[in-house]
C-alpha cells in the first residue's frame, strides 16, 4: 500500500512540474519545500493480544510490563508542493521509525496471544511502528502575515509486536498495517523580520469490520530564516495511536502515544 501513495504522490509532482514561480515569502510561498526533523521523547504503550480461540489477554504496560524503553528518538522528512498559492500536497515519512525494545522480569503470569508467559522469567520484546501519510490543504484564510488551512489525506501504519522468553524458546508476535483518511488543519503567522509560528493538527477515527482505529497528531513549531531558501526550527510534536479489533481470531487493542521536543531543517524553492 505504501508504495501505491508513494507513486501517487510522485505523479502529483509531476502533474505540477511546470506550476508558477514562486512568490517572495519563504513560508507562504515556495513552490517546493523540503524538511527534515528529529525528535526525543517519550514513550506510553498500552497493549493487549488475545489467543486466536478469542481467550482474552493480559492487559499490559509496555513499558512496566514488558520492558520497552520509554525514550526514543524519531526521525521524519516531508516534501510539500505548492502548485497554486492556496493549494498544497504534502508527504510524511518516518525515515527513523518508532523502535523500542528491551526486557523486564515478570511480576505476575501473563497471557500474551496464544502463549502463557510465568511470573519471574524474563521477556524480551520489541515494538516497531512507522508511519505515512499523504495531505491535500487548501488556503482558505491567506494574507501577508497569516496563513489558515484545512485538509484531508490518507493515513498509514504499520507496526510488530513480540514478546518471548529466551529460556523456554517461547514468542509470540503480531504484526498489523491499514489506512485511514485524516482531516487537518493547520496555520502558521509571520511576526515580523525572520521569526514565524507554526501549527498543525491531523485527526482521524474510524469503525470497519470489527475494528476501531484513531490517530491524532499536534505540531507546534517555531521557525527563523537563516537565508532566503533556509530555515532552521524547534518545535514540540505529539502522537497518539489507538487500534482496537474484534475480529475473530485476532483480537486485541494498542494504544500508543508519543511526545517531545524536536528540531529540524528546512528548504524551500
Same mark, same amino acid.
Given at each position: *500500500?505504501?508504495?501505491?501513495? $508513494?507513486?501517487?504522490?510522485? *505523479?502529483?509532482?509531476?502533474?505540477?512540474? %511546470?506550476?508558477? @514561480?514562486?512568490?517572495?515569502?519563504?513560508?507562504?510561498?515556495?513552490? $517546493?519545500?523540503?524538511?527534515?526533523?528529529?525528535?526525543?521523547?517519550?514513550?506510553?504503550?498500552?497493549?493487549?493480544?488475545?489467543?486466536t =480461540?478469542?481467550?482474552?489477554?493480559?492487559?499490559?504496560?509496555?513499558?512496566?510490563?514488558?520492558?520497552?524503553?520509554?525514550?526514543?528518538?524519531?526521525g521524519?522528512?516531508?516534501?510539500?508542493?505548492?502548485?497554486?498559492?492556496?493549494?498544497?500536497?504534502?508527504?510524511?515519512?518516518?525515515?527513523?521509525?518508532? %523502535?523500542?525494545?528491551?526486557?523486564a522480569?515478570?511480576?505476575?503470569?501473563?497471557?500474551?496471544? =496464544?502463549?502463557? +508467559?510465568l511470573?519471574?522469567?524474563?521477556?524480551?520484546?520489541? $515494538?516497531?511502528l512507522?508511519?505515512?501519510?499523504?495531505d &491535500?490543504?487548501?488556503?482558505?484564510?491567506?494574507?501577508? /502575515?497569516? %496563513?489558515?488551512?484545512?485538509?484531508?489525506?490518507?493515513?498509514?501504519?504499520?507496526?510488530?509486536?513480540?514478546?518471548?522468553?529466551?529460556?523456554?524458546?517461547?514468542? %509470540?508476535?503480531?504484526?498489523?498495517?491499514? &489506512?485511514?483518511?485524516?482531516?487537518s488543519?493547520e496555520?502558521? +503567522?509571520?511576526?515580523?523580520?525572520?521569526?514565524?509560528?507554526?501549527?498543525?493538527?491531523r &485527526?482521524?477515527?474510524?469503525?470497519?469490520? @470489527? !475494528? /476501531?482505529g484513531?490517530?491524532?497528531?499536534?505540531? !507546534?513549531?517555531?521557525? &527563523?530564516?537563516?537565508?532566503?531558501?533556509?530555515?532552521?526550527g524547534?518545535g514540540?510534536?505529539?502522537?497518539?495511536?489507538?487500534?482496537?479489533?474484534?475480529?475473530?481470531?485476532?483480537?486485541?487493542?494498542?494504544?500508543?502515544? +508519543?511526545?517531545?521536543?524536536?528540531?529540524?531543517?528546512?528548504?524551500?524553492?
Amino acid at each position: *500500500m505504501k508504495r501505491h501513495v $508513494l507513486v501517487l504522490a510522485l *505523479m502529483s509532482f509531476a502533474a505540477i512540474a %511546470e506550476a508558477p @514561480q514562486a512568490g517572495d515569502d519563504p513560508v507562504f510561498d515556495n513552490r $517546493l519545500t523540503l524538511s527534515g526533523s528529529f525528535a526525543y521523547g517519550g514513550a506510553s504503550t498500552k497493549i493487549r493480544l488475545d489467543a486466536t =480461540d478469542g481467550t482474552r489477554g493480559t492487559d499490559l504496560d509496555g513499558e512496566t510490563d514488558l520492558g520497552l524503553s520509554k525514550h526514543e528518538w524519531l526521525g521524519r522528512g516531508e516534501a510539500t508542493l505548492r502548485p497554486r498559492p492556496r493549494h498544497r500536497v504534502r508527504l510524511t515519512h518516518h525515515f527513523l521509525k518508532l %523502535e523500542r525494545g528491551g526486557s523486564a522480569t515478570l511480576t505476575r503470569d501473563v497471557a500474551f496471544g =496464544d502463549e502463557d +508467559f510465568l511470573a519471574g522469567e524474563v521477556v524480551s520484546s520489541n $515494538l516497531d511502528l512507522s508511519l505515512l501519510a499523504l495531505d &491535500y490543504s487548501y488556503s482558505f484564510w491567506r494574507s501577508p /502575515r497569516v %496563513e489558515l488551512a484545512a485538509g484531508v489525506g490518507i493515513n498509514l501504519a504499520d507496526y510488530e509486536i513480540r514478546a518471548a522468553v529466551p529460556a523456554r524458546l517461547r514468542e %509470540e508476535r503480531d504484526d498489523e498495517s491499514g &489506512y485511514a483518511p485524516v482531516l487537518s488543519l493547520e496555520g502558521a +503567522f509571520r511576526f515580523g523580520g525572520r521569526w514565524y509560528g507554526e501549527a498543525r493538527v491531523r &485527526y482521524f477515527e474510524l469503525g470497519i469490520d @470489527q !475494528v /476501531r482505529g484513531s490517530l491524532a497528531t499536534w505540531d !507546534v513549531n517555531l521557525l &527563523y530564516r537563516l537565508h532566503r531558501n533556509v530555515l532552521v526550527g524547534a518545535g514540540y510534536s505529539r502522537f497518539d495511536l489507538a487500534v482496537e479489533s474484534h475480529r475473530t481470531g485476532d483480537t486485541g487493542r494498542l494504544d500508543l502515544a +508519543f511526545d517531545g521536543p524536536l528540531l529540524f531543517l528546512r528548504a524551500g524553492f
